[in-house]
């Protein structure tokens, strides 16, 4: 419990001190990057991501995966606008959208759990599932009218004069938080610690693992149609190839915040920090102007593999130190050779 305690607080630390570095470093190169509009910006900006890569964080916990979820926030975007469109009342399609994305994770989890089926097969299915029924509503965008979703939308609470944030922030932040009171506090959290890093362990310890199994998966659902609703309001209307590739930058920004995809290991404050990383990459090849923006990916993508890495490396060193220590014991236990004549004599 120790070793993955250090584990996890270390590869957490180095995601704070990257998301600082590059910080300062953006600071350094461009004279408006250091400045709290571009924080909140950013926070804006990430939102829904933010929601997205901490409902699936649960799943990877367990090591388990969910590759659904963005998929299921175009479909959430596409439901939503399609019942507006209709004249449906603007809180009820909430309200349904969130029952879907329930359903949806509920119906995965228990194929994961009773059938016996890998979670990447499973939640692969169901991404092509949402991605069309996408497509069976409308093939083209739909843009949202109704004006009680707009106003919704323009929800601002201001800091100061210029400065504000968005209701998907408030939102955003009040799921953090509720993310970090499962996982510290709750049977549900602790059972899925459990689950990731022995699974024979927690069930000879009487945890309810099937159910907090399914669960996890239920809540990864809810958590896509939540970010899905949140990038709807964003955005203003609906389409089908929307979040396309989410769920990999969702995963992403859980590894780069110190999350073990084997399970187990991890802070559920990580992939917060993994968002605002990828947040920060991408302002600053905006603020450079010249490059592409799948810099931003390459980035991305060279900085989660350093992060996999370094995960490597610590547990090694972890499993060195553990083992160091074991030796260390067995030597005080085992009688000195002086001891071992005088018995014999």
Excluded at 65 to 92: C, E, H, K, P, W
Excluded at 271 to 290: C, E, H, K, Y
Aim: proline share 2%; glycine share 10%; charged share 10%.
């Amino acid at each position: 419990m120790l070793a993955k305690l250090r584990i996890k607080n270390t590869a957490l630390a180095a995601a704070v001190g990257i998301f600082a570095i590059l910080f300062i470093a953006g600071s350094v190169m461009y004279p408006n990057f250091l400045s709290l509009r571009v924080l909140l910006n950013l926070l804006i900006n990430n939102a829904y991501m933010i929601v997205l890569a901490g409902g699936v964080c649960f799943t990877i916990l367990t090591g388990g995966i969910d590759l659904s979820i963005g998929a299921v926030v175009a479909m959430t975007s596409m439901i939503a606008a399609s019942l507006l469109r209709s004249g449906m009342n603007a809180y009820l399609v909430i309200a349904i959208c969130l029952l879907t994305g329930v359903v949806f994770g509920t119906v995965q989890g228990l194929l994961i759990q009773y059938f016996g089926l890998h979670p990447w097969i499973v939640t692969l299915a169901g991404m092509f599932f949402a991605r069309g029924a996408c497509y069976l509503i409308s093939v083209e965008a739909i843009p949202i009218k109704n004006q009680a979703f707009y106003n919704i939308s323009q929800f601002k609470l201001y800091l100061g004069p210029g400065r504000f944030i968005s209701l998907n922030v408030i939102v955003a932040l009040v799921f953090l938080a509720l993310c970090l009171y499962l996982a510290k506090f709750t049977k549900f959290g602790r059972t899925t610690y459990a689950l990731g890093g022995n699974r024979q362990s927690a069930l000879l310890m009487g945890l309810p693992v099937a159910r907090t199994k399914i669960l996890v998966y239920t809540f990864s659902g809810f958590s896509a149609t939540l970010s899905g609703l949140m990038f709807t309001l964003y955005t203003l209307s609906g389409y089908g190839l929307n979040a396309n590739g989410a769920e990999m930058d969702a995963i992403a920004a859980c590894v780069i915040g110190g999350v073990s995809l084997y399970g187990g290991i991890g802070s559920l404050f990580g992939p917060f920090i993994g968002v605002l990383v990828a947040g920060v990459i991408r302002t600053m090849v905006d603020f450079q102007g010249t490059l592409s923006s799948w810099w931003t990916k390459i980035f991305v993508g060279t900085l989660m593999l350093f992060c996999i890495v370094l995960q490597a490396v610590i547990v090694e060193r972890e499993k060195a130190r553990k083992a160091d220590a074991q030796q260390k014991k067995r030597k005080k236990k085992e009688p000195a050779p002086a001891e071992l004549a005088e018995a014999k004599s």
